[in-house]
């Protein structure tokens, strides 16, 4: 989960929590209330009773006028009144059995007064001068309004945090959309694109000084990589020019006539150096030269069927027994076997593979097999021969780097580096896999657009 949805959820989390808790404590305020409102109306209305009983007999002075007095909320109500020895001597329940709980009758002895809630109503009882008086009643009005105000709680909630969770996402999305402005170009800066900046403000939040420190960052960063990249440049070529003089040199001493075999030797293998050299100096060259993103400009529509045959015959120039066998696979979907990119650099990563084919395999042949589907092209490089290593195998696309299968030939350890560099130019990839008992396998995949 990313930053802005942790801060909405927590912000919602933390509002439906306290919202719920100032609700809750609304509803019991208000149930205590209501409790408390009842129990004062049933304690006037047995004031009103006492009023109208006789201490000395035990009988009602006016029995009409107990029910013609104004009796507010109450409804359904049930008066007993008990002498000092818990006898009932009156009850307003007529033609049904009377029931009471003679523990209210004992604590209003003790406290004077006494209430509990049944399961549908609320008794209430008090001790005045020589009499019990006990009233049970139920407080329809006043629980109806708790119900209604329970409603209410719970519709309040539900909408409030609804809002509370919509406007909070909208809210984090809204001031994190810088950060998925960076991240958005802070993908798109590479080795070939340093000159990407981060938008600037003149707020002055943490967000705004983070995007003026990165790009303080970057522009360090592009200044040390362009002058890595002009000295890489200017001293492979400047190196360049006197390795050509000295392998034209050396081809007209090795045309002199009358030199003994040693010689010939000798300027054989200096200028296999020398050619390995230069090999190694066009390498470097053309590693600086990827660098630029402004060679995409020269992007264009290659087949690459086309860029395999010609890279194998500019290689069997110089490896006469080199042999391809290439395949289309049966799979494949359209045939059109066309990529976007500059063929003389891809041409340059089928020489790299079939030269090490070249080099290191039992024998000078490679197998090539193209299968394209609707959204990649994908050709497998296949030769027989030792195979790599696993700790090889994860190092063979670093420069100068090379398998213990390749330590007695001439190499520079730069050529799988740059086939690599030049497909990530083209947003391709290139993974290494063997299958047994001496496959080794170069994939390539490039996307179809």
Not at 81 to 86: G, K, L
Not at 235 to 251: C, D, G, N, V, Y
Not at 269 to 293: A, R
Request: with cysteine.
């Amino acid at each position: 989960m990313n930053i802005k949805n942790k801060i909405a959820l927590n912000l919602s989390l933390l509002f439906s929590l306290f919202l719920g808790f100032i609700l809750i404590i609304i509803y019991l305020f208000f149930a205590k209330f209501r409790k408390d409102e009842f129990v004062a109306i049933l304690k006037d209305r047995i004031s009103t009773v006492a009023n109208y009983f006789d201490e000395d007999e035990d009988r009602i002075k006016d029995f009409s006028k107990i029910y013609n007095t104004p009796t507010y909320s109450i409804q359904q109500e049930e008066i007993l009144v008990f002498n000092e020895n818990f006898d009932l001597v009156y009850s307003s329940i007529k033609d049904k059995t009377v029931d009471w709980d003679r523990e209210d009758l004992v604590t209003m002895k003790k406290e004077h007064k006494v209430y509990h809630s049944e399961k549908n109503s609320e008794v209430y009882g008090e001790k005045i001068k020589n009499h019990y008086f006990l009233i049970e009643s139920t407080d329809i009005m006043g629980k109806e309004k708790l119900s209604y105000l329970g409603t209410l709680v719970l519709v309040s909630f539900f909408v409030a945090s609804a809002l509370m969770w919509i406007l909070s996402f909208s809210f984090a999305k809204k001031m994190m959309a810088p950060l998925d402005v960076f991240q958005q170009k802070i993908t798109r800066i590479s080795a070939n694109n340093l000159t990407e900046r981060l938008p600037e403000t003149e707020k002055k939040d943490e967000i705004n000084l983070l995007a003026k420190v990165f790009n303080t960052m970057l522009g360090r960063i592009d200044k040390s990589y362009s002058s890595q990249k002009e000295f890489t440049a200017s001293a492979s070529h400047e190196i360049k020019t006197p390795l050509t003089r000295i392998a034209f040199q050396l081809e007209n001493l090795a045309k002199l006539k009358n030199q003994n075999p040693e010689s010939e030797n000798y300027i054989r293998g200096i200028s296999g150096e020398v050619y390995h050299l230069s090999d190694t100096v066009n390498s470097l060259l053309l590693l600086s030269k990827l660098e630029e993103e402004h060679l995409k400009e020269d992007f264009s529509e290659v087949r690459l069927d086309e860029v395999i045959f010609d890279a194998f015959e500019k290689v069997k120039s110089n490896f006469s027994d080199f042999e391809l066998n290439f395949n289309i696979s049966e799979e494949n979907e359209s045939g059109n076997l066309t990529v976007k990119g500059i063929k003389p650099l891809l041409e340059i990563v089928f020489i790299n593979l079939f030269k090490n084919a070249c080099l290191y395999s039992t024998k000078p042949e490679v197998e090539v097999e193209i299968q394209e589907n609707k959204t990649q092209l994908t050709a497998k490089v296949k030769s027989r021969g030792e195979l790599i290593s696993e700790a090889d195998s994860e190092r063979i696309f670093n420069a100068f780097k090379r398998g213990n299968n390749s330590q007695q030939k001439a190499g520079s350890g730069l050529g799988l580096r740059i086939s690599r560099r030049i497909l990530d130019f083209h947003d391709a990839a290139i993974s290494y896999h063997q299958e047994l008992p001496e496959t080794n396998i170069f994939e390539l995949n490039f996307p179809v657009k």
